[in-house]
């Protein structure tokens, strides 16, 4: 029975698409309690939204033009909708309806919208479970109907609508072919909204299947452009208007529907907003690293500052307090008994011993200017020991421990732009090999591609990095098309062997010296494809490959002098360059497997 119930909520759960999980990545980056972007920059003085986790799309039209209609539709379910206020519609778990200040709590980018007089009255907000379509990842925004004549509203319905289109990601547009299909009120916001958002309108013919036949909604189509045209903002602008209506099988209609084509446009917006969200992301990155190394240079300066600040106040500290001890020696001289109190009589008269060129100076001056010059060394004691004072607190630096939480907060920011680059379709791919120039007419190629065995494209590698990295040494160069074949090295052993036994005195170089009459056999592998053109250009080649191809290269130098005959004896290989490249290979090679 358990099983059961286990297999039917694993059907019950909802697919989750790309567009969905890269949003909801990029809101949980901005959001999270400990790391998240928004904390990192208030700590920089800084300040981030969280970005949205659906998109927005707002539609506008004049009264009965079946914006309540297409939304139901849509989501396949009936919300009941305020016609003289703006509902947002969305999708959770549960279904709910919010007032107008917890709408503003749970779109904290739409706060803007209060600004208008009298509209935070007339915000509500309704949640549903649908998942039709693509609901999950939008949020309808259902604004008032748009009439002419003598209707007020109780707020600036032209500025609220101004304000929710630069907020939002696409505007559509409803005329309908009933009523007042030329509202002045709607033509002048859609011109001023082209204005602002041009690239985010949609014009739509909605309830087309009311009309009078063909030549009635083609009527009426002809009007509306034509009254747009006339608007100053719109004259230059190319104006598509598919024909929408809601599908009704009880009622059939000869007319072409075209509502799908709204389907696309927000399926379409989906996908640019996630586009967005991933320049949005890097860019926030960039603003708080760099906010944050400015933090720390700043406070580096500001260090050295207070070095030179705390030298100047010890100066002025010392300074003060030599005073200090001066007026307490003048005291001293004019009062013994007080000098003898503090140090006894024998160190007073010690110290008067000293200071009899002093005594002698101030016995020679009035007693009047003897008190003037005391007063004067305690305030200018008192005045020095405070501004040492003020020096040493002036500037304030961050303590160690705040310097490491910023150094941690700018590696996990940069940490932050490598995931968002790993979201990017195609990111992390090697270019192609550049391709190799043409040979002149005549010339034939120094190696060719090995004919296919019979079988080959049905047998399947369970290795596929080791077979397509892995250097072969059994490879030709241009010199052993002469006829020379190079012999293969078995790396694993020589390894085997230990280093002093592995030359012996006698041992017979026959198999070195003697050439092959055999015609060779080529075999191409990935370092004949990049020798040629220089590692230099691979730059973003991984480190452990390049390695591979330098040592390959190394190899391959040797043994070209065994096939030419440079070396005549095995005993006269050097066993510093053969030993530590076998090892250096068969290393290389562990790590390009793993």
């Known amino acids: 029975m358990a099983r059961k119930m286990k297999s039917m909520n694993a059907v019950k759960v909802e697919p989750v698409c790309c567009e969905e999980r890269i949003l909801k990545h990029c809101h949980q980056i901005y959001t999270d309690t400990d790391n998240g972007l928004i904390t990192i920059a208030q700590s920089v003085g800084k300040t981030l939204l969280p970005p949205s986790k659906k998109i927005t799309v707002m539609l506008i039209g004049n009264q009965s033009a079946g914006k309540s209609s297409f939304i139901n539709w849509y989501i396949e379910e009936q919300i009941p909708f305020k016609t003289q206020g703006f509902t947002f519609v969305t999708s959770m778990s549960d279904r709910k309806s919010l007032t107008s200040n917890e709408t503003f709590r749970l779109y904290p980018h739409f706060k803007r919208l209060q600004e208008v007089k009298g509209v935070s009255e007339y915000v509500s907000t309704e949640i549903c479970t649908s998942r039709q379509k693509h609901f999950s990842l939008v949020t309808f925004v259902d604004t008032p109907g748009l009439v002419d004549g003598d209707m007020k509203y109780p707020f600036d319905v032209d500025q609220a609508i101004l304000q929710l289109g630069d907020m939002c990601d696409l505007i559509l547009v409803f005329f309908a072919p009933m009523g007042e299909a030329l509202c002045k009120r709607t033509l002048n916001i859609v011109e001023q909204l082209y204005e602002r958002q041009g690239d985010r309108l949609c014009f739509y013919l909605s309830k087309a299947d009311e009309a009078r036949g063909e030549s009635g909604r083609q009527g009426v189509m002809m009007q509306i452009v034509q009254e747009l045209r006339k608007r100053p903002g719109l004259s230059k602008c190319a104006i598509e208007m598919p024909t929408i209506y809601i599908p009704n099988p009880n009622k059939p209609s000869q007319c072409v529907n075209q509502i799908e084509e709204v389907c696309h446009a927000i399926h379409k917006t989906i996908k640019l907003v996630v586009q967005n969200r991933q320049n949005t ?245 990935f370092a004949d494809l990049v020798l040629p053109f220089g590692i230099g250009q691979y730059p973003t080649m991984p480190k452990v490959l390049q390695e591979n191809l330098k040592t390959e290269l190394k190899m391959r130098q040797l043994k070209r002098q065994f096939s030419h005959g440079a070396i005549q004896d095995i005993n006269k290989v050097p066993q510093n360059d053969l030993i530590p490249e076998l090892k250096k290979r068969q290393q290389l090679k562990r790590q390009v497997t793993e």
């Open 281 to 525: 992301l890097q860019k926030d990155c960039d603003l708080i690293c760099e906010a944050v190394t400015d933090t720390l240079d700043n406070d580096r300066q500001c260090s050295k500052e207070k070095m030179k600040a705390w030298r100047l106040s010890c100066a002025l500290g010392l300074l003060g307090f030599s005073i200090l001890l001066l007026f307490i020696l003048t005291l001293g001289i004019l009062h013994r008994d007080l000098l003898e109190l503090a140090l006894g009589i024998y160190g007073a008269e010690t110290l008067l011993l000293y200071l009899t060129p002093l005594m002698m100076v101030l016995d020679s001056l009035p007693v009047q200017f003897q008190l003037i010059t005391c007063g004067f060394l305690m305030q200018l004691s008192i005045v020095l020991n405070i501004l040492a004072f003020l020096l040493f607190h002036a500037k304030p630096t961050l303590s160690i421990k705040q310097k490491r939480q910023l150094q941690e907060k700018l590696e996990y920011v940069q940490q932050v732009v490598k995931i968002k680059k790993e979201l990017t379709p195609g990111f992390g791919v090697l270019p192609p090999p550049p391709l190799a120039p043409p040979l002149p007419p005549g010339e034939v190629p120094l190696f060719s591609l090995p004919p296919s065995a019979p079988g080959a494209e049905t047998v399947k590698s369970r290795k596929p990095v080791q077979t397509m990295f892995q250097p072969q040494l059994n490879c030709q160069t241009p010199n052993q098309v002469e006829g020379t074949v190079c012999n293969k090295l078995d790396d694993e052993h020589l390894l085997k062997v230990p280093q002093k036994e592995m030359i012996p005195e006698k041992k017979d170089t026959t198999l070195l010296t003697k050439k092959d009459t055999t015609p060779p056999k080529f075999s191409l592998c």
